[in-house]
């Protein structure tokens, strides 16, 4: 059953058990991955819709800090709920300690040793640990080990 179908099915769940937030967030992904396969004229992959989800899940955090200046907390609520209904779908993020592993070995791989080579760093990373690491978890990190 590929992710996608997944989706669907766990809606159709959630319709029958009246569970209105998670059905609510799951018809928000859905129409996400419709828009894009009209956007794009092609049939989603895993890989397409775990970078959907994980653009979801940035565009949620993204109004939490947002709502958290306004002082709206009903809506940091809402939000968080969302990302808590997605984040079942991605693959299980890398620890902090994994991350920095990872990035050392990838460090190495390249050859790299100052902030200059830090597009090189990011390039394989961004390839390599799609999906278990948030690009801006990366970033941060790899500025620490070349630091």
């Given at each position: 059953?590929?992710?996608?179908?997944?989706?669907?099915?766990?809606?159709?769940?959630?319709?029958?058990a009246k569970d209105v937030k998670k059905?609510?967030?799951l018809r928000l992904l859905t129409s996400a991955f419709k828009q894009v396969e009209v956007d794009e004229r092609k049939e989603l992959s895993d890989d397409d819709v775990i970078k959907i989800i994980q653009k979801q899940v940035k565009s949620r955090n993204d109004s939490i800090e947002q709502y958290k200046k306004a002082q709206r907390d009903d809506l940091v609520a809402k939000e968080q709920e969302e990302i808590n209904v997605y984040e079942i779908y991605l693959p299980k993020q890398l620890s902090d300690d994994e991350l920095e592993n990872s990035l050392k070995d990838i460090i190495a791989k390249v050859g790299a040793e100052t902030m200059?080579?830090?597009g090189k760093v990011m390039g394989m990373a961004s390839k390599e640990l799609a999906g278990k690491a948030d690009g801006k978890r990366i970033n941060e990190c790899v500025k620490e080990l070349l630091a």
């Open positions: 059953m590929s992710l996608r179908e997944k989706i669907n099915q766990d809606l159709k769940e959630a319709m029958k059905r609510d967030a200059k080579d830090m």
